[in-house]
């Protein structure tokens, strides 16, 4: 695997743009995104799907510690940057890649880098080949799943039909309808809407998207290249998901 994704977070603006600096030129390095706290990091998981997230533990609101427990096993690779030696044990009892300890030089970081790609390496072959949803499958009537959302906005109440929702985004307690005519935001999960969309028609590319397969114009063969869309938004897909992404979206862009 190469082009690999780098996520850097860290509160102090100075101690970021080094690591950014440092990173940014070295070997498969494909992109760099930085954040100042959890928050930021917690979009940029969803939008951006990073493979490796360099990051510090002391940050304001949630601690990159807590951040990184939180993780689900498809989520990226963790490397601590620290100044304190006191959380190494619980860094690598939540599986980080490594721990390096501030002052620091360009060496023992570009030893951490090779390290954390390395394991993304590891976990995309430990990957099994994603199963056909059952339902997709059994061939269950398009009239049993969702049709349309009624969705509340300034104007009152407005009805959205599934054939016209390019992609749905996961936004905390909402989601955001993103449709041929404009966007709408709806509270519900992504999750409870994957339950009830047409997995023939929808399909969950990562965890923050869940993406209408007929929006879908163009499919980049590696997963940093994701997908594109008619109305030109790029999506990532996730390493776990990429296979049956591409299964189902390939008979139809070939049409």
Known sequence: MTGFRVLVADDEPLARAMLATLL?????VSGILTCADAEDVSGALSSWAPDILFLDIEMPGTSGMALAASLQAESPV??????????????????????VLKPFSEARLLRALERAKARVRDLARQQPPAPVPPEAQAGTPAQAYLQRLAVR????????????????EAQDYYVLLHT??????????????????????????HRGALVNLDAVVGLGEQASSGIMLVDGSR???????????????RPRLRR
Do not use: N
């Open 24 to 28: 940014r030129d070295a070997p498969d």
């Open 78 to 99: 963790v490397v601590f940057v620290t100044a304190f030696s006191e959380h190494a044990h619980r860094a690598f009892d939540i599986r980080a890649a490594d721990y």
């Open 153 to 168: 906005d300034s104007a009152g109440t407005v009805v959205v039909k599934m054939t016209d929702v390019l992609w749905i």
């Open 180 to 205: 041929r005519q404009g966007r709408h935001l709806l509270r519900a999960t992504l999750a409870s809407l994957e339950e009830r969309v047409d997995p023939r028609q929808f399909a969950r590319v």
């Open 235 to 249: 999506l990532p897909v996730s390493r776990s998901r990429r296979r049956l992404v591409q299964a189902l979206l």
